[in-house]
């Protein structure tokens, strides 16, 4: 490299790190909105464009795998529909109950719809501090657990999903479980159920919810021995968040 | 040097979708390796960072810094290996794949 080069690079990496140094205090924050605003529309008809490119594609590995998961789809269909049967009976003799008894509902949430933007090691949405979104909120679709704020800026916020290596959610198995553990995430493509005591009875197949009963996943596999301190299991999530196009913020 | 803002446009949508964010790296290296004045390939890597950082919501600048020394790499492997920096491309190329191999 020649002397006037080294001069420029050098000159581009002070610049670089000025507007790292000033982003860091938040003096950006203004000029990071109106950009943003520009790129929120660019980067929902990318989310699209890739979420209907994943369908086309996963059309064509269909077939190798499709008819048996047809049928088993069949047959789980039938069970859910007994089961919802039998859960409609229920709800209705709860609202019988609960009007006798005077009490109130106990889930009383504030949604905000949020347009799905992209999906790298956060995933980003479409709304910012400006529409009352905070660090911390979880993020849900149909009651399905999907992530918790982590950054927000005016027009944006990024969610920390389950699978993030540095993601820490406490959990339970079943919605009225007693069965307690935690919940992480490894290599950013699995969750881990862990910290399970070694008394309590987990199973392949039950589903596993946050405190504020949403639901994470259902559990995949038994990882632990019996003589480990804790038992160990592998969550498969309930939901893929890249193939979504729009989720809630829960607010209160 | 448009055809080298578009790939890089592209290669950012690319990233955002997907967790791979070496993408935007490489219409920056090629660019480096193929054009012959270095401001405009500073200038790319530059902006290129700048609107990573805006789109993936990483501290803004810190992806212009990693690309301009990335930039500053290339240009020094060039200056230094002469005619046979074209090698460098293959091995850009392998790594690439490698890399995409091994997260899939």
Redesign the interface.
Known sequence: ??RP??R??GI??V??????IL??FGY?NPV?SV??LA?IP??SV??SI?ASLDDTFSFFTFWRSGESRIRNLEQRNLELLAQANKASALETENIILRQQLGVKDLVDRTVLPASV??????L?LGVGSDHQVVVGLPVVYLDNYIGRVI?V?PR?S?IELPTDANAKISAKVGINGTVRGLISGQY?SSIVLDHVSQDENIRVGDAVFTEDNFLIGTIQKINSKDTDLFKQATVKPAVDP?RLVTVFVVLK | MIYYYFFSFISI?V?????L?FWPALPVIFAACFQDS??PV??L??TT??LLD????N????S??IL??A??LV??LK?RFGDNWRIFILVLILTQIVFYVSNH
Request: hydrophobic share 50%; glycine share 8%; aromatic share 8%.
């Open positions: 490299m020649t080069q080294i420029s690079l581009y990496l610049i670089a790190a000025l507007i790292l982003d860091n950006l990071k950009v943003q790129l660019v980067e990318t989310h890739s933007l992209g999906e790298n090691r956060f980003s950054k800026t944006n990024f950013n890249g | 949508l990233a955002t979708q997907n967790r964010l270095s401001s500073l200038i890597s530059f960072g700048l805006l789109f993936v919501g501290p803004l600048g810190i212009a810094i301009i020394l930039t500053g240009l020094q200056s």
